[in-house]
Nanobody, 121 residues
Framework: QVQLVESGGGLVQAGGSLRLSCTAS????????MGWYRQAPGNQRELVAA???????NYADSVKGRFTISRDYAKKTLYLQMNSLKPEDTAVYYC???????????????WGQGIQVTVSS
């Protein structure tokens, strides 16, 4: 069974940095697109950043220049380096990935369980 597990969240002061990680495990044949989303209380889940299987990236306007998404293909791990954090970045952060398992011929979208990031002013 495929799982995505996030780590690296926590509490940080405004202007600080955090690095989130998301590691995929299970019977994985290949991973295509991966992304980070976030959801603040009372808000819809929104895209933060995404990276394609070929390495192309895109970012939400609100995080451009502050956040960097990257992936380690060998470790099946997605990262989000977050710098110059602001209180409005406070949210639960989720990773997702398009994964094809070894035993099936279709690609499915998987989500992590989410991790809290809190930025104090």
């Amino acid at each position: 069974q495929v799982q995505l597990v996030e780590s690296g969240g926590g509490l940080v002061q405004a202007g600080g940095s955090l690095r989130l990680s998301c590691t995929a495990s299970g019977n994985i044949y290949t991973i295509n697109n991966m992304g980070w989303y976030r959801q603040a209380p009372g808000n819809q889940r929104e895209l933060v950043a995404a990276v394609t299987g070929g390495g192309g990236t895109n970012y939400a306007d609100s995080v451009k220049g502050r956040f960097t998404i990257s992936r380690d293909y060998a470790k099946k791990t997605l990262y989000l380096q977050m710098n110059s954090l602001k209180p409005e970045d406070t949210a639960v952060y989720y990773c997702n990935a398009d994964i094809r398992e070894l035993t099936v011929s279709i690609t499915r979208l998987y989500w992590g369980q989410g991790i809290q990031v809190t930025v104090s002013s």
